[in-house]
């Protein structure tokens, strides 16, 4: 079963750095196309950033560009978003995604991901 488990979200203050850590399962990682999305209050959830099959390509969305850095430890089926001089409008529940369909790898952070996990949130305000 594919399981996929977000963690690292809390309170911090504008221009405050977190990490956001996805601990993925049950499947070949390899094969998924895997990477972060976020949702805040009366918003639809968009793409953050999200990497290809191959790891040869990658997504950061217009707003995080700079100041987010996605990345990956293949062995141990983790993924991470560090996230640097926040800002109260990234203030989301996040989520982790992974897809092993084409689609997925094409368009990256492609919103009809087939498996998520369960959010974290991240509250950026003083």
């Known amino acids: 079963e594919v399981q996929l488990q977000a963690s690292g979200g809390g309170l911090v203050q504008p221009g405050g750095s977190l990490r956001l850590s996805c601990a993925a399962s049950?499947?070949?990682?390899?094969?998924?196309?895997i990477g972060w999305f976020r949702q805040a209050p009366g918003k639809e959830r968009e793409g953050v950033s999200c990497?290809?099959?191959?790891?040869?390509?990658?997504y950061y969305a217009d707003s995080v560009k700079g100041r987010f850095t996605i990345s990956t430890d293949n062995a141990k089926k983790m993924v991470y978003l560090q996230m640097d001089s926040l800002k109260p409008e990234d203030t989301a529940v996040y989520y982790c995604?992974?897809?092993?369909?084409?689609?997925?790898?094409?368009?990256?952070?492609?919103?009809?991901?087939?498996?998520w996990g369960k959010g974290t949130l991240v509250t950026v305000s003083s």
């Open positions: 049950g499947f070949t990682f390899d094969d998924y196309a």
């Open positions: 990497i290809s099959k191959s790891g040869d390509r990658i």
């Open positions: 995604a992974a897809d092993p369909r084409t689609i997925a790898t094409i368009v990256l952070c492609y919103t009809g991901m087939h498996h």
